[in-house]
């Protein structure tokens, strides 16, 4: 499988709320890398599992509408509209990730989203 199809259904596995799908694709020494004032980063496989269930009921009906994909080896990126219910309201928005993949499986995510926007989204409610 290439590493592009690897970041594929990895964002597909979200859309489904497929913890266990979405933790199988990561190594056990994952790094999720937030950048965005808000995010919130994590290491290790265990320690994403654990939080998974919370990030996917906090943004229900989760979905990456991928717009564009540049991948050369093992890296990635992708650009993306992230569309989901916060607080029961629509929220849609923008970002980017960088994958590093290993041995078929993602070592690190690097996730770059527009946290203002959120805000700005979610103060509407």
Known sequence: MSAASVCMDYLAAFARGDVDAIVGLVTDDFVNDH???????????????RRLPKFLADFDGLRYEVTSVVSDDDRVAV???????YDG?????????HFDIRDG???????????????QQIAEL
């Not at 950048?35 to 599992?49: F, I, V």
């Not at 650009?79 to 219910?85: G, L």
């Open 105 to 119: 499986k993602i070592a690190r995510r690097a996730d770059y989203w527009d946290s203002e926007r959120f805000r």
């Open 79 to 85: 650009e993306y509209v992230m569309y989901a219910r």
């Open 35 to 49: 950048t965005a004032a808000l995010g919130s980063p994590c290491a290790g496989r265990d320690e994403y599992r």
């Open 89 to 97: 309201h629509p929220i849609a928005i923008r970002g980017a990730m």
